[in-house]
């Protein structure tokens, strides 16, 4: 697998005029290559692709004047930047602009594959230049360029090896993102568990509940998305405010403060989704699974209209994102992810399978009716009724997700059946600091001594989840709270 670490570089004021050069002929090729196909566009109309341009810009000034694979990588990232408008158009938004050209001033990020080489001990990044570059007045054969620090997640013995370095400049700060092919690790276990079958989690996303995970021995956790949330609100009033001020008073639409501010609501938001992603593979980990399934969520912004509210929360939710930080981190520790569709999955009875919309009684709280009958299809007319389940909704997803895995694959009736029975006051919400909810779990044949389960409320923090199942021991002093 790939993993991708940032490196803060300590170039000298003359490798600092050498990258903001290369950085200069980028831009430079971008807008060469978008002016090249937008003409071609007006002329025949077609676009032509990156491997045709690659041909056509072979013998560019810019081009020559950046390493070969350095080049052919901006118009590798010209070429993604149309295939994302294609892409909008083909789903019916012509609102959508073809990629624009760069500004003089810009400093495109700068990308190399063999022509550069990475060595951790010295702490330095080896540029090697084109040979037109050489020939320049101010030219050089390489860069020789000091880093910082050494990245303490990727560290490994043996080194791994690095396949991709990308230079860019952000606030005048010059970052190397290096791309490192990393083993994943392989988790050998001897415990009981492991040897008898495999463990699988389901996770189920949402958005006041950031992740349900349910597993094939019965133990749930819920993580919590409020403190989330609140950031995003916070940050959406205070952006709201300064484009007023800007639009009213002095006309303008964009300004230095706004954009400090998007930037500082994105890294608290990516840190969130980093620690809570983290927790979610660690318990994992701990709890031997082998197996994670999630729920494929493509689409799910165009499926209905949830209000100004709820399509600002739903729009604003990085679900992709945290799909793929749970997915990397899971298989560098060894365990596989798949994905599956969620059809219906909030709206069947994980105990009686009855698919109901109306079951969701409202946020967070999953009723099966049993005093609701369904006609059943076919010559027998039978009525089925509602068994009268009691859960959280999240937790009734998430349980329905590892069944469909389950049963696409097969594996159903090679695990054990389990029970829950829930308090009927744990409904709503995931629950509030201070409050212990009583809940039993009946795991037949798997761990014969643990037959209760407390739930209690850690609180807000989003360093852990907000409801935590604690197993406990059937003998009564080590129970309290129901």
Not at 64 to 87: C, D, H, M, R
């Amino acid at each position: 697998m790939l993993l991708t670490a940032v490196f803060r570089l300590d170039p000298d004021k003359e490798q600092v005029e050498h990258l903001e050069q290369l950085a200069f002929y980028a831009t430079k090729l971008y807008n060469t290559d978008n002016w090249q196909r937008r003409q071609a566009w007006e002329e025949t109309g077609k676009i032509p692709n990156w491997y045709a341009q690659k041909k056509v810009l072979k013998d560019n000034h810019w081009y020559k004047l950046l390493p070969s694979q350095t080049a052919q990588q901006v118009i590798k990232v010209l070429q993604e930047n149309y295939n994302s408008w294609f892409g909008h158009r083909k789903n019916g938004n012509f609102e959508a602009k073809p990629p624009g050209f760069r500004r003089k001033v810009k400093l495109s990020p700068i990308s190399f594959y063999q022509q550069f080489k990475f060595k951790p001990q010295a702490k330095t990044i080896t540029l090697t230049m084109s040979r037109k570059y050489r020939k320049e007045p101010y030219g050089t054969d390489k860069l020789v360029i000091p880093f910082l620090t050494w990245n303490h997640s990727i560290k490994g013995k043996p080194i791994p090896i690095a396949k991709m370095c990308t230079i860019l400049c952000k606030n005048g700060v010059w970052l190397a993102h290096i791309t490192f092919e990393v083993k994943p690790k392989d988790i050998t276990s001897n415990s009981l568990l492991d040897f008898l079958q495999t463990e699988i989690q389901a996770i189920d996303l949402g958005i006041y509940n950031l992740a349900a995970t349910y597993d094939t021995r019965g133990q749930v956790v819920l993580y919590s998305g409020r403190q989330l949330l609140s950031v995003q609100r916070y940050f959406n009033k205070e952006i709201a405010r300064v484009q007023s001020h800007l639009t009213k008073q002095q006309n303008k639409y964009h300004s230095q403060a706004l954009q400090n501010m998007h930037q500082k609501k994105a890294r608290q938001i990516h840190q969130m989704l980093h620690t809570i992603s983290k927790q979610i593979v660690h318990q994992a980990q701990t709890n031997h699974i082998k197996i994670i399934v999630l729920g494929n969520l493509t689409g799910i912004r165009k499926q209905a209209n949830h209000g100004k509210k709820g399509n600002q929360r739903l729009h604003a939710w990085g679900f992709a994102k945290f799909t793929s930080m749970i997915s990397y981190k899971a298989q560098r520790l060894g365990i596989k992810v798949v994905q599956i569709s969620e059809r219906n999955t909030s709206k069947t009875c994980s105990s009686c399978g009855i698919v109901r919309k109306s079951n969701r009684k409202y946020r967070g709280f999953y009723v099966c009716n049993p005093n609701l009958r369904k006609r059943s299809k076919g010559k027998n007319k039978s009525k089925k009724q509602g068994c009268g389940l009691k859960l959280n909704a999240d937790v009734n997803g998430a349980k329905n997700i590892l069944q469909k895995y389950l049963r696409e694959k097969k594996l159903l009736n090679k695990y054990p059946a389990f029970d829950i029975e829930l308090a009927n006051d744990f409904s709503r919400s995931s629950g509030t600091c201070g409050r212990t909810l009583t809940g039993v779990y009946k795991l037949r044949d798997i761990v014969p001594k643990v037959k209760t389960c407390r739930w209690v409320a850690s609180g807000r923090s989003i360093l852990q989840p907000t409801m935590v199942p604690v197993f406990l021991e059937s003998d009564a002093r080590y129970f309290s709270g129901g």
